[in-house]
């Protein structure tokens, strides 16, 4: 009998994959869990664009009385440089405009020449250092002007220029949030299509269709057939909940960095894959060497380890992207999934990195594809007690 043509066996894998597929999307777990997950999304981005960055573009209104044009310009100015609007208007009953809450503040000049601030609650620190620091400044350069000495020379002289000696890359507060957040997803990815997989390989066997399923089609077409199912499912569905993130992101204005989050979609998406692969290949090869759901965790404990490892070495490695421990673990499979691309978001890793260690990842995951084909492929048929090591690879 003439072996199956590589058309036919793709054709069967094809055929077991969609019926993953179909299984798993026509859950109301899966659909109730997606529209959660979507909504909180939204919602999510929604909240934070409503807080971060609100005081930056929030214009205070300040009523003055009494006040000098050029004590009036030095707050506005002093106001600009620490980050904070002042719109300063004259009134002729600014303290009593501040006692209703009218406005933020209120500064009346005293008959015996100083200027008193009045507001309705505790002044913001930046609005308070900037009407201090404005009515100092403008005091001093009148004395200087009357003492002949022109303030433009002094504060020229007084200017102090601040330099880096490292380059930070800009907007680096939400490239962290981006590392953050794609860190995250690529591990319910990783660890949970990885244990999806398990719990599927060892249902079938414990229910024996798996037998039933092995007398038509090769062992190795229902493993890929599993595995490109459930990572279909997985990987289009937490692209999606990241497409609809970067979409609010970008729409209420919390994201404006999109170079930095179209690289990083496509960075991460390479890396899913990879990763998905290397962990839900081991993740099969586990459940094929137990009979029991219940001797799944115990099982894929030393997986489990490497799954955390992996996702803690993208998130602590956000605090020293450049660190020499993630430049190393960038080259390190499966740590590189998630530290790739968290060097990637803050700015650190070149296009030589990013393929350099894709290549590496790929080669060490086509081994642990081989290993766990083999170990299925011996183990998957055999019940009762757990198959041993040994057993599993045939030695």
């Known amino acids: 009998m003439s072996a199956p043509s590589p058309a036919t066996s793709w054709t069967t894998i094809r055929l077991i994959a969609s019926r993953e597929i179909s299984t798993r999307v026509r859950t109301r777990s899966f659909i109730v869990t997606n ?25 205070q209104t300040v009523a003055t009385q009494g006040v000098s044009a050029a004590a009036k310009s030095a707050i506005t100015e002093t106001g600009k440089q620490l980050g904070v609007t002042l719109r300063l208007v004259d009134a002729s009953d600014a303290r009593a405009q501040a006692a209703d809450g009218d406005v933020t503040a209120a500064i009346v000049a005293q008959p015996d020449g100083t200027l008193r601030v009045f507001s309705e609650d505790s002044l913001d620190t930046d609005v308070e250092a900037s009407i201090k620091s ?14 002949g000495v022109d303030p433009a020379s002094v504060q020229r002289q007084a200017t102090v220029t601040l330099e880096r000696t490292k380059d930070v890359p800009p907007a680096q507060g939400e490239r962290v949030a981006l590392s953050y957040v794609g860190t995250v997803l690529m591990f319910l990815v990783i660890f949970g299509g990885g ?11 414990v229910s024996r269709i798996v037998e039933i399923l092995l007398a038509t089609v090769k062992p190795s077409q229902l493993l890929w ?18 497409a609809v993130g970067l979409i609010t992101a970008r729409a209420t204005g919390l994201l404006t960095i999109p170079d930095v989050a179209y690289s990083m979609v496509g960075v991460s998406a390479i890396w899913l894959l990879l990763g998905f692969l290397f962990f839900s290949a081991l993740y ?3 459940g094929a060497m137990v009979s029991r759901q219940e ?10 380890i490497v799954a955390m490892g992996t996702m803690y070495s993208g998130i602590f490695g956000i605090s020293a992207p450049d660190s020499s421990v993630m430049r190393v673990l960038a080259w390190i499979p499966p740590f590189s999934s998630t530290v790739v691309p968290m060097r990637v978001a803050t700015g650190y890793a070149d296009w030589m990195e990013v393929a350099g260690s894709a290549l590496i990842m790929a080669a060490v995951t086509a081994l642990a594809v081989w290993i766990s084909g083999r170990i299925y492929r011996r183990s ?11 057993k599993a690879l045939g030695r």
């Open 35 to 59: 529209v959660i997950m979507l909504l909180v999304a939204v919602v999510g981005c929604l909240v934070a664009s409503h807080f971060v960055g609100k005081d930056d573009h929030e214009v």
């Open 134 to 147: 404005g009515v100092s400044s403008s005091a001093v350069a009148a004395a200087l002007q009357k003492a």
């Open 195 to 205: 244990m999806a997989v398990a719990v599927g390989v060892v249902e079938e066997k």
């Open 225 to 242: 057939g599993k595995i490109l199912g459930i990572g279909v499912v997985q990987i289009i569905s937490t692209l999606a909940l990241a």
């Open 284 to 286: 099969a090869a586990t």
């Open 295 to 304: 001797e799944i965790n115990s099982a894929a404990w030393p997986l489990m």
């Open 380 to 390: 998957v048929l055999m019940t009762g007690s757990r198959v041993s090591w040994k």
